[in-house]
């Protein structure tokens, strides 16, 4: 799902922050911000935000970190998903976390998971690791997205650091990616991208804004916009909202961990 087409300079501008990241190998929780650990093999990789209270996932949780806990839990199962159709957002009653009408690799972004199933893996990583997972607070989610500098930070007022994320290029959500009159390059999906595909901000948080809006610890809230989102409303204050029990091909979500209960 992706292309030639300005991909490799987008890849290229990110990877300076990258390199400037900490190492992902597993490894001890720091004390201080910026350290990267993973709790289990199947855990996600988690970021220690500045302060140390806290820790955020690096990437969205993937298809190969749900399917640990789906065949560990048997969660997320069954009710349908909300598809992408010529005639808008439509209910697809087949349509699964597995099959969410677009092909993805276990490295994608997991979709067709509601808030409720995100609330259950949570609970299920905290049960496996015995440590406190949970989704993110709005507030958290928002201060990590936005007043992290530049890099490959996104908020509304910089159109240049727009190619830098997987969004909706084009009038429509099945515009062909690169074929927009209205942007210098693609940004290599039309669909979701394989997690950090984009680089990470200086929090070392890849995909805040962008590839799949992210289920907040509020009922039915999600951020921060996706592949399906067009650049003029895709920030860090991007905002919506479904009933809990939805599924939708271009909502996920991404855990966050207490490390130091406040
Ligand atoms: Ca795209
Ligand atoms: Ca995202």
Redesign the pocket.
């Known amino acids: 799902m992706t292309s030639s087409h300005g991909f490799a300079s987008v890849v290229g501008v990110c990877a300076a922050v990258v390199l400037t990241a900490p190492a992902a190998a597993p490894q001890e929780v720091p004390p201080t911000g910026g350290g990267v650990f993973r709790e289990c093999d199947a855990c996600p990789e988690m970021v220690v935000m500045p302060g140390g209270q806290l820790a955020l996932g690096r990437y969205e949780v993937t298809v190969g970190e749900y399917e640990a806990f789906a065949s560990a839990a048997g969660g997320g199962a069954g009710g349908g998903c909300y598809v992408a159709t010529s005639a808008g957002w439509q209910p697809d009653e087949p349509a699964t976390w597995r099959s969410p009408g677009f092909s993805q690799s276990d490295r994608h972004p997991v979709v067709c998971v509601s808030w409720h199933d995100a609330q259950q893996y949570a609970t299920w990583l905290s049960r496996t690791t015995g440590a406190t997972y949970r989704l993110p607070g709005e507030g958290e989610w928002g201060q990590a997205a936005r007043g992290s500098g530049g890099g490959c930070d996104v908020n509304g007022a910089d159109a240049d650091l727009m190619p830098y994320l997987?969004?909706?290029?084009g009038g429509s959500w099945a515009y062909p990616?690169g074929d927009g009159p209205s942007c210098a390059s693609?940004?290599?999906?039309?669909?979701t991208?394989s997690v950090g595909s984009y680089g990470s901000n200086r929090l070392g948080l890849a995909d805040m804004v962008?590839n799949v809006w992210e289920w907040m610890d509020v009922h039915g809230v999600f951020r921060g916009g996706s592949?399906g989102t067009g650049a003029k409303d895709l920030h860090p204050d991007a905002h919506n909202a479904h009933p809990p029990g939805d599924r939708l091909s271009n909502v996920g979500f991404r855990v966050a961990r207490t490390l130091i209960e406040p």
């Open positions: 997987n969004r909706r290029i990616d693609s940004d290599g999906s039309l669909f991208a962008g592949w």
